[in-house]
């Protein structure tokens, strides 16, 4: 359950003497909030991919606050924490790193307790970011918890020190609920479409993969390439060496296909020994390239488990390019027919799949 406790303690009564001392009460802000906090709402409730709600979310916030810049981080598992929406001043410039415990917000994040700053560089746990394209005066940071675990951090800043009182708090804290509620149901999903062995997603998020890619590519007018990958011969590891090396193994590739590509390219386990890699932006030819790389850098170093199991794995891969108008069954069919080519053609290779219209009837057996 998400959990809404980020909020100093003290934090309730001092917005009732706020309100008392009309001085330091904004009706505006108020107003302001609450119509942003309908339309966050909606935008985290839509169908568009996670990264574009909270980025829509972030919008709506800074202008809200009356802010100059705005930004959700989330905490990865090396304890960075990366930006996923940036908005308003210096949105296009690249993100100061940060760390779980580093400055304001990693401090907010460590402790769970939103921070509200007058004068940040006066702060001793701020840290100024090298080179800035902004100045941080005010700054509010709301930590994104669930369960008394850290999701992220949203955070609003502004160039003059005094900007944001407790009503500036308050609406950011609501905010900050409704964008941390939404990242926690993103994680839900993840967990529930995730292979545990490998960390790849499962069979179960291959094809709303694809349909999002595809509707990605098709928005952006950009190539979409898969990659289809099935471990050669290994029924063999498993009937000699054990199911634990196998599924060691099954880990080991899944790795190393992730040390070889790029962060957003997306690895399933479609099943067994076969993984579809998902490829946004890549064309036939640097799908190839990529498929290449798997394929030797496997073939090339043996793999050891433990101190005495030492094997040597092929794989054998295809290739297959969305056309921009078949569906998602007749890619991952096309790409399924090329790994099975290369199978054909001796194992250890990579094939690139004929076009939709000289796709035979989808293939029964399973070559090994």
């Not at 840290?127 to 394209?133: F, R, T, V």
């Not at 998902?278 to 030819?285: D, F, N």
């Amino acid at each position: 359950m998400y959990d809404r406790g980020v909020a100093d303690p003290t934090l309730c009564d001092e917005f009732g003497d706020s309100i008392a001392d009309r001085n330091r009460y904004d009706a505006r802000v108020h107003d302001r909030a609450l119509a942003a906090l309908c339309r966050v709402t909606s935008e985290l409730a839509s169908d568009a991919e996670l990264d574009t709600r909270v980025q829509a979310a972030t919008d709506l916030a800074v202008e809200a606050l009356g802010a100059d810049h705005g930004s959700v981080r989330v905490c990865r598992a090396n304890a960075s924490l990366t930006p996923i929406a940036r908005s308003g001043v210096g949105a296009g410039t690249p993100p100061t790193p940060l760390r779980k415990g580093q400055g304001l917000l990693g401090w907010a994040v460590k402790t769970g307790q939103a921070v509200r700053v007058a004068d940040a560089p006066t702060d001793a746990r701020f840290e100024a970011p090298e080179p800035s394209s902004f100045a941080i005066r005010s700054l509010i940071s709301i930590p994104l918890m669930a369960d008394s675990r850290a999701l992220g951090v949203f955070s609003v800043s502004k160039a003059e020190p005094g900007a944001f009182d407790v009503s500036h708090e308050l609406a950011a804290t609501a905010l900050g609920h409704c964008i941390g509620a939404s990242l926690q149901i993103a994680e839900l999903k993840r967990q529930a479409t995730t292979d545990s062995m490998t960390g790849a997603l499962n069979r179960a998020g291959l094809l709303p993969t694809l349909h999002a890619q595809m509707n990605r590519a098709r928005r952006d007018g950009t190539p979409l390439s898969v990659l289809l990958m099935d471990l050669d011969h290994f029924k063999t590891v498993n009937d000699r060496f054990g199911h634990a090396i196998g599924d060691a193994m099954l880990s080991t590739f899944a790795q190393t296909v992730r040390d070889t590509v790029r962060d957003f390219d997306i690895l399933i386990r479609r099943g067994g020994e076969e993984f579809e890699l998902v490829m946004p932006t890549t064309s036939a030819s640097g799908g190839l390239e990529v498929a290449e790389r798997i394929r030797d850098r496997l073939a090339r170093a043996p793999l050891w488990f433990g101190k005495t199991v030492q094997l040597q794995q092929t794989v054998s891969i295809g290739v297959a390019t969305w056309d921009g108008t078949e569906d998602a069954r007749s890619l991952d069919h096309r790409a399924d027919l090329a790994m099975y080519m290369a199978k054909g053609e001796g194992r250890n290779r990579v094939c690139l799949a004929p076009s939709p219209a000289k796709t035979p009837t989808p293939r029964l057996v399973h070559a090994g």
